[in-house]
T-cell receptor
Framework: DTAVSQTPKYLVTQMGNDKSIKCEQN?????MYWYKQDSKKFLKIMFS???????INETVPNRFSPKSPDKAHLNLHINSLELGDSAVYFC????????????FGSGTRLTVV | RKEVEQDPGPFNVPEGATVAFNCTYS??????FFWYRQDCRKEPKLLMS???SGNEDGRFTAQLNRASQYISLLIRDSKLSDSATYLC?????????????FGPGTSLSVIP
């Protein structure tokens, strides 16, 4: 069973479109995250939710809106996609991540054309 | 200065070699530390946590030096399967959702 699963795996879309990425974890973790890995391979945190509540919101354009219907799901909706949004987006979860670390999904490779 | 910095790569080493990576962090309040490995076009996976007393897992040894604010990873008897990017991870706070900073990674290629 996949611990953290995200869909779709690949997403190619035109500038200006709106798209969503879904993430689900079956680990029973309380905290979920969205990370962005750009072409230079830097992994940067975007959002963190703890038990459905937004905890961390890094400097991310408000075109990005996370939604957590329950603690096992954290979806990411992106409005008005731009070329610079092209990256790999990773969902992750943790339970006491400061001690045990984080489990990542396999990533969504977003290409905006 | 970036908050977490790593040795520039790539490291190209022959099978069986010992290789060491260093990582420095700037925030002295940082409380927990990890090494992750990321294979090409895959997600990062936890390799090991880094404890103040140092810890070892098979061929891998991690050390933390709080006074100098660096952590290290030593890989002994390198295998071809060790080829990957190694990410140093620093958690500033004491809770799972405190800010986590990933280093830029160091690329390792183990050559036959």
């Amino acid at each position: 069973d996949t611990a953290v699963s995200q869909t779709p795996k690949y997403l190619v879309t035109q500038m200006g479109n709106d798209k969503s990425i879904k993430c689900e974890q079956n680990l029973g973790h309380d905290t979920m995250y969205w990370y962005k890995q750009d072409s230079k391979k830097f992994l940067k945190i975007m959002f963190s939710y703890n038990n459905k509540e937004l905890i961390i919101n890094e400097t991310v354009p408000n075109r990005f809106s996370p939604k957590s219907p329950d603690k096992a799901h954290l979806n990411l909706h992106i409005n008005s996609l731009e070329l610079g949004d092209s990256a790999v987006y990773f969902c992750a979860s943790s339970q006491d991540g400061a001690v045990y670390g984080y489990t990542f999904g396999s990533g969504t490779r977003l290409t905006v054309v | 200065r970036k908050e977490v910095e790593q040795d520039p790569g790539p490291f190209n080493v022959p099978e069986g070699a010992t290789v060491a990576f260093n990582c420095t962090y700037s925030n002295s309040a940082s409380q927990s530390f990890f090494w992750y490995r990321q294979d090409c076009r895959k997600e990062p996976k936890l390799l090991m946590s880094v404890y103040s007393s140092g810890n070892e897992d098979g061929r891998f040894t991690a050390q933390l030096n709080r006074a100098s604010q660096y952590i290290s990873l030593l890989i002994r008897d390198s295998k071809l399967s060790d080829s990957a990017t190694y990410l140093c991870v620093v958690n500033r706070g004491g809770t799972s959702y405190d800010k986590v900073i990933f280093g830029p990674g160091t690329s390792l290629s183990v050559i036959p």
